[in-house]
């Protein structure tokens, strides 16, 4: 490519409006609690770098394995971290996959994320870096917020969300 | 002033309907709804009707409504969408963007969209270069400044292309210049043909082995035909002179074919043999060249309309010399090496036509564009995907089917076959999944490719893919085995996606073949790899029951049983010790009493190696307290590392004994024992040699029987190419050291010497590899006897003898031209040249940026000066009619006019 050049079509590694808008309440309250200015800039740049994923969407069921399968066809992986129920230690339907290159990961947004696995379609987010402690939901009944109040079926994902079931549970006595 | 007019116009809304120009071309509607975008009328009645108005609207500007898109973007969305549309708009469609653009080209950021854009969409969207060439033609025919920014704005590109060492880039500028030729003055693009050729032949005349000047002339056959599409009669003489040229560099048959042809064996028995691209292309263009080049598949937008419109297509166009190019010597070879290519097909030259023959121009031209699409556009598969359905689009009418039209269904009226869009699709795929010795992208690309084309349109892709695949399957047996491991990996890949939905009863007779055969060592390993993204139950329930055999209960255990809970096994009561111990995560010096007693009693029983045994005793036990996933595994590794490192250096033996323990304790799920060994690789428990050693070592391979095991290849490829990545690694960190310069010479020279030792490891590792495979292969390994030589069996071994030694040899050339000598060489020189076309390139870009900056500010304090002259002006005329207050006069004044000529225009 040339400089200033402009695609003349979308690209499919880039951050998701979600990651950009987390940067972007980032600036905003950096401005209010007056914290230094280059932090936005910062996730950024750590987002042009970035080697790990988040994948959402998975199956409680989904092991280690099967994602090592599928995501190793973008390149060898250096870790992967899955998402575990808060209380329960127990998968709870996301993981965080980190590659040794930067490329891998933007493949992977590329070729991977929206693709199934598991019967699913998953999604793949560019991350920052997992840190400690963001393995776990972060729902009030230690699953992903998502999986709360989540109004349909959904077998993969422990049936109904938390808020419908705990409900019924309510209604039968 | 300004305001008040623009509030007026824009209050009256059926302005919208009537009246001058652009201005009714704003809506998005049109550009979405379906076919016949562009209705010659709808535009010829509104162009009349300007004309009828000017009369009244001479004296003032002419304003544009506030709702209205700028004429830049709709430039752009307009060009963005060129061609995609059902087809007989194409011709028509040119035409009038060349009209818009002639109309709004005297603005600044139009104009300077524009030609960014247009030679943007020349470098991503190949399919259209020809109709994009078609608007620069139509506009040059009023206003000659268009056709020389494009030429000029092409020139910097292909000059760009040139010292960077972008041949792909280079040749889709050159086709755009070819398209171009209507307008260009004397022999337009033949001269710079010519030159290309001369530094081809310097390149041939250098090198036997070269492919680069191959490249060159591919580039110059591929872009004749659209040089000759637009007057063939013109330039047949000059084409025919340069195809004579051509014909010895094309035809000439490369050394390197054998290493990267899809199928082995005997001529006869390839389902399709090595047909050289390029061969083909001289062969199909001296066909054309005597046929009067017909090139019925391409369109020719900007001829067409003028046929359409009987103008005479050569009066008075204005001419302009082809920009200088220079095309530098030594030519930059660019960044990957280039085999050979070959023209790959599931579907050509069979009984029923649906894609070109081979010996029709159309074959290499469809493919060529279609294929730069897909490698191109790898930033969006979406897209790429929409582009393969809608590949029909970009053609001449009548080269292809209706989209979706069923194999027994092709042919027309006259009985003539059409082609099958959909086929040409996935064949344009499957070249570059299959592409030896590596496609450009990862084969990921491609699986997910196929998989959006199948989800754009499933009903028209599905029988397409499932004939591809059962061409592929009824040839597995002679497939090059690293083309038969994509073609697995892909399908299981593939149907993970679609439910793991296929047809298996038409196979189930190759379950009863042997284990061995090529056919049934396929589906044992598809299955596996479904399993690996699945579950054993969920596949087992997909398939006929036939096929059950090829998932055992085995399978279903998420983790295998402990071989050394029965007492039956040697060291039982040790290796549970070890076990219980491991768990509790106690210290190592607690396990060292356990592993001293198996080593005593090893000795006593005379076993010749005592710390084979220990070894499998704590290595299942690692294998055990890491069952429940990768994580625990590494963690427990981790744990463990520093016995288990010192292993091998005590005893090689034992250190095969770790993979022995591996694979046997995950036997029912080979994948995983694969990516296990794959991490003691990383933590150097393992070395490669000791991978490759007891894959092919003569105490496992016996008389050959593991090669059919396709997670055997991917454990020994998977090594290699850990190896492989290696060496390249410290090649790159030596090539930018060399390039950037300021390295010490003694820190070079360490480089240059961990190079060599590494690469000389490299060497003596596919040595080892090809002695092995090379052995089964000849027939002389051991265990093979002589008199069994014409066994079926035999036969079978030595053909996977045969398949694995052709695909490491291979590896082995491919590496070289990465890290031998002279390649690192070839790269330093390439990079340099590259730093510095992008060198000149930014600085050419910096000075065109001032440059533009220093116009704006130019233009900015020339309109303020306007501005300001013009208000003195009004203020003056204001005060010479002194008594009536100025602004309200003027604005009764456009009452008056502007919306009584609106009213008419608008009902």
Not at chain 2, 645 to 669: K, L, T
């Amino acid at each position: 490519m040339l400089p200033r050049d402009r695609h003349t079509i979308d690209r499919l590694d880039k951050p998701s409006s979600y990651t950009t808008n987390k940067s972007r309440k980032r600036k905003h309250r950096d401005r209010e609690g007056d914290e230094p200015k280059d932090r936005p800039s910062e996730l950024e740049d750590k987002l042009r770098d970035a080697t790990t994923l988040y994948v959402g969407n998975l199956s409680f069921y989904t092991t280690e394995e099967q994602i090592h399968e599928l995501f190793a066809k973008c390149g060898e992986i250096k870790r992967l971290v899955m998402g575990l129920d808060r209380f329960q230690k127990t998968p709870c339907g996301f993981c965080f996959v980190e590659y040794y290159n930067h490329q891998d990961a933007l493949d992977c947004m590329k070729y991977i994320g929206g693709t199934k696995l598991d019967e699913r379609i998953i999604r793949t987010d560019l991350d920052e870096g997992f840190v400690e402690g963001r393995q776990y939901g972060r729902g009030k009944s230690g699953g992903q917020v998502r999986d709360e109040y989540r109004e349909e079926y959904d077998p993969g994902r422990g049936g109904y969300g938390r808020a419908i079931s705990d409900t019924m549970q309510e209604g039968y006595k | 002033m300004d305001v008040e007019r623009r509030h007026h116009n824009g209050g009256g809304r059926e302005r919208h309907h009537g009246g001058g120009g652009d201005r009714h071309h704003g809506g998005g509607e049109r550009h979405h709804g379906g076919g016949g975008r562009f209705h010659g009328r709808g535009r010829k009645r509104n162009f009349r009707e300007r004309g009828d108005d000017d009369g009244d609207h001479d004296r003032r500007p002419r304003f544009k409504p506030r709702y209205e898109e700028p004429a830049a973007s709709r430039l752009r969305r307009l060009i963005l969408a060129i061609a995609e549309q059902p087809r007989d708009g194409a011709a028509n469609e040119a035409q009038y963007i060349a009209k818009l653009l002639n109309e709004n080209f005297e603005d600044d950021l139009t104009r300077k969209t524009f030609f960014d854009l247009v030679l943007q969409a020349v470098s991503e969207q190949p399919l259209k270069i020809p109709y994009v060439a078609a608007v620069i033609l139509h506009a040059n025919e009023t206003n000659a400044e268009i056709g020389k920014e494009a030429l000029e704005r092409a020139r910097v590109r292909a000059q760009f292309a040139l010292d960077s060492g972008d041949w792909r880039g280079f040749k889709l500028v050159l086709r755009f210049f070819a398209c171009l030729q209507p307008m260009l003055a004397d022999d337009g693009v033949f001269p710079l043909l010519d030159e290309v050729f001369n530094r081809a032949v310097d390149l041939q005349t250098a090198s036997q082995e070269d492919a680069v000047g191959l490249d060159l002339v591919k580039i110059i056959l591929l872009t004749l035909p659209y040089l000759l599409a637009n007057s063939p009669t013109t330039w047949a003489e000059k084409a025919a002179e340069l195809l004579e040229k051509t014909d010895i560099v094309a035809s000439a048959p490369h050394p390197l074919e054998p290493l990267v042809e899809s199928y082995l064996g005997d001529e006869d028995q390839k389902p399709f043999g090595f047909r050289s691209f390029i061969g083909l292309l001289q062969k199909q263009l001296a066909k054309e060249s005597e046929n009067g080049w017909e090139l019925t598949c391409l369109s020719r937008p900007y001829t067409d309309y003028k046929k359409q419109a009987s103008e005479e297509a050569t009066a008075e166009i204005p001419k302009h010399a082809l920009p200088e190019i220079t095309v530098p010597s030594p030519v930059n070879p660019g960044r990957r090496p280039v085999f050979p290519e070959t023209y790959f097909s599931m579907y050509a030259d069979t009984e029923i036509e649906t894609v070109p023959r081979t010996d029709d121009i159309a074959a290499s031209l469809i493919r060529d564009a279609t294929v730069d699409t897909i490698n191109l556009l790898d930033f969006n598969r979406v897209t790429t995907a929409r582009f393969l359905m809608e590949i029909d689009c970009f053609w001449a009418a009548g080269t292809f089917a209706k989209r979706g039209t069923a194999f027994d269904k092709l042919k027309n009226d006259e009985g003539r076959t059409m082609w099958k869009s959909e086929d040409m699709a996935v064949d344009a795929i499957f070249s570059q999944l299959f592409a030896l010795p590596i496609p450009e992208h990862k084969l990921v690309y491609y699986h997910a490719v196929v998989t959006e084309c199948c989800k754009i349109a499933p009903a028209a892709v599905a029988p397409s893919l499932g004939r591809a695949i059962r061409f592929l399957f009824r040839n597995i047996d002679s497939m090059d085995m690293e083309l038969e491991y994509r073609f697995m990996d892909w399908f299981a890949h593939h149907l993970s996606n679609f439910d793991f939905r296929w047809k298996w009863a038409e196979w189930i007779e190759d379950i009863s073949r042997p284990d061995l055969h090529p056919k049934k060592a396929f589906l044992a390993g598809i299955l596996d790899k479904e399993i690996r993204l699945s579950f054993a139950k969920r596949v087992r329930g997909t398939l006929p029951k036939e096929y059950h055999v090829l998932v055992p209960e085995g399978k279903d255990k998420d983790t295998p049983d402990f071989k050394y809970s029965s007492d039956d096994v040697p060291f039982a009561p040790e290796a549970r010790q070890i076990l219980d111990l491991l768990k509790k995560k106690a210290p190592d010096s607690d396990i060292q009493p356990i592993i001293d007693n198996i080593h005593a009693q090893a000795s006593e029983a005379a076993l010749s190696d005592p710390l084979v045994a220990s070894t499998d005793a704590y290595m299942t036990a690692v294998l055990v307290i890491g069952s429940k996933s990768l994580s625990h595994l590494i963690s427990g590794i981790e744990r463990c590392r520093e016995r288990l490192v010192s292993v091998g250096p005590a005893s090689e033996a034992a250190r095969r004994q770790i993979i022995s323990s591996v694979v046997d304790y995950w036997r029912f799920r080979p994948g995983t024992a694969v990516g296990v060994v794959d991490k003691l690789l990383n933590y150097t428990i393992l070395l490669p040699e000791s991978v490759v050693l007891w894959a092919l070592g003569p105490e496992r391979l016996g008389k050959g029987e593991p090669l059919a095991d396709a997670w055997l290849y991917e454990m020994v490829s998977g090594t290699l190419g850990k190896v492989a990545t290696r060496v390249r690694q410290i090649r790159d960190a030596l090539v930018n050291a060399r390039v950037a310069g300021g390295m010490p010479d003694e820190q070079i020279t360490k480089l240059e010497e961990l190079l060599t030792q590494e690469r000389g490891a490299m060497r003596a590792l596919f040595g080892e590899v090809d002695d092995s495979v090379g052995g089964v292969a000849r027939g002389v390994s051991e265990g093979m006897l002589e008199n069994e030589a014409d066994d079926a069996i035999t036969r079978i071994l030595r053909a996977w003898g045969a398949r694995w030694a052709r695909v490491f040899r291979r590896r082995a050339a491919v590496e070289e031209t990465w890290v031998a000598d002279e390649a690192i060489k070839a790269a330093i020189e390439a990079r340099k040249m590259l730093e510095g076309a992008e060198r000149r390139r930014a600085e050419e870009v910096a000075a065109e940026e001032e440059r533009e900056e220093e116009e704006r500010v130019k233009r900015e304090e020339e309109e303020s000066r306007k501005r300001e002259e013009e208000e003195e002006r009004v203020k003056r005329v204001k005060m010479d009619e002194g008594k009536v207050e100025g602004g309200e006069e003027v604005k009764v004044d456009m009452l008056d006019v502007a919306p009584d000529a609106d009213m008419v225009d608008g009902s």
